[in-house]
Nanobody, 126 residues
Framework: QVHVEESGGGLVQAGGSLRLSCAAS????????MGWFRQVPGQGREFVAA????????DYADSAKGRFRVSRDNAKNTVYLQMDSLKPEDTAVYYC???????????????????WGQGTQVTVSS
């Protein structure tokens, strides 16, 4: 089991930046794809970005492309989500999660992940 904990959320004005961190412990972090999802109250959790186990492969939701960048440091057991040019519609609770499987190139669906963190709130004011 990989335990994850997100941090770095906060209140920022539109156009600003935040960097989220996801610290992992236990399990086999370095062999698992890590994903970022977000959720707005009353709506389902949506995929934002993911980074493959080696860090060589990343992918993003259309809403995040060109503005967000996901990366990982396997030596520090940490995944990052750099968010630039933030918009009010980016306001949500952001979650980090670890892939259920090891050595999968990438994963996009919630059911492909387990070991979810508690989330970190991101609020973007207009």
């Amino acid at each position: 089991q990989v335990h994850v904990e997100e941090s770095g959320g906060g209140l920022v004005q539109a156009g600003g930046s935040l960097r989220l961190s996801c610290a992992a412990s236990g399990g086999t972090f370095s062999s698992r794809t890590m994903g970022w999802f977000r959720q707005v109250p009353g709506q389902g959790r949506e995929f934002v970005a993911a980074v493959g186990w080696s860090g060589d492969f990343t992918d993003y939701a259309d809403s995040a492309k060109g503005r967000f960048r996901v990366s990982r440091d396997n030596a520090k057991n940490t995944v990052y989500l750099q968010m630039d040019s933030l918009k009010p519609e980016d306001t949500a609770v952001y979650y980090c999660a670890a892939d259920r499987l090891t050595y999968r190139a990438i994963a996009y669906l919630q059911q492909e992940y387990n070991n979810w963190g508690q989330g970190t709130q991101v609020t973007v004011s207009s």
